[in-house]
T-cell receptor
Framework: GESVGLHLPTLSVQEGDNSIINCAYS??????FIWYKQESGKGPQFIID?????DKRQGQRVTVLLNKTVKHLSLQIAATQPGDSAVYFC????????????FGSGTRLSIRP | DTGVSQDPRHKITKRGQNVTFRCDPI?????LYWYRQTLGQGPEFLTY????????KSRLLSDRFSAERPKGSFSTLEIQRTEQGDSAMYLC?????????????FGPGTRLTVL
């Protein structure tokens, strides 16, 4: 079945360093991927997305890379700040549904001062 | 604030009681979604509406769960005869409903605790 998974459940990064959060997906037919950030007690917040016809997309301090050959997705956060502390989810727009999003289990990012 | 809003934010109930949650989507968003999230996991899709029509329901949505969006604006999710396993965060999201990407924006969630 479809699944989206993450390599590491937790990631600790020094403030000011770059963070890289990885994600593997299993459905080769997926064509749309999204990264969400979820802070404690809040709903997921959209960060950035990418279509399968692209391999890189940049936003403000964030970059998403897509490698369809190995079905791997990553989120890079430049100059990590304390406010970046959260759980990050990669998610896939299910091919079998026009709207359903399939989420992975998340990576918790913590920032060391 | 013109984001997705949910009410209540927290609900504690006893097993066997019925509960109802409300979601107000972003104005003029045609699609509205319900997800459930348990601790340490990502949200799981429950159901979605295109305007007032409920177009898809997950197998997670047992017959004790019912969702409505009568006027195509706000939505309610009711859980009848609650069980301890229903304890979770219930998230609502909305989207414009156009295009293949059609970004979903989430509300703050309603945390349900069933005693």
């Amino acid at each position: 079945g479809e699944s989206v998974g993450l390599h590491l459940p937790t990631l600790s990064v020094q403030e000011g360093d770059n963070s890289i959060i990885n994600c593997a997906y299993s459905n080769s037919a997926s064509d749309y991927f999204i990264w969400y950030k979820q802070e404690s007690g809040k709903g997921p917040q959209f960060i950035i997305d990418i279509r399968s016809n692209m391999d890189k997309r940049q936003g403000q301090r964030v970059t998403v890379l897509l490698n369809k050959t190995v079905k791997h997705l990553s989120l890079q956060i430049a100059a990590t700040q304390p406010g970046d502390s959260a759980v990050y989810f990669c998610a896939e727009k299910g091919k079998s549904s026009a709207s359903k999003i399939i989420f992975g289990s998340g990576t918790r990012l913590s920032i060391r001062p | 604030d013109t984001g997705v809003s949910q009410d209540p934010r927290h609900k504690i109930t006893k097993r066997g009681q019925n509960v109802t949650f409300r979601c107000d989507p972003i104005s003029e968003h045609n699609r509205l979604y319900w997800y459930r999230q348990t601790l340490g996991q990502g949200p799981e899709f429950l159901t979605y509406f295109q305007n007032e029509a409920q177009l898809e329901k997950s197998r997670l949505l047992s017959d004790r769960f019912s969702a409505e969006r009568p006027k195509g604006s706000f939505s309610t999710l009711e859980i009848q005869r609650t069980e301890q396993g229903d304890s979770a965060m219930y998230l609502c999201a909305s989207s414009v409903g156009q295009g293949e990407t059609d970004t979903q924006y989430f509300g703050p969630g309603t945390r349900l605790t069933v005693l």
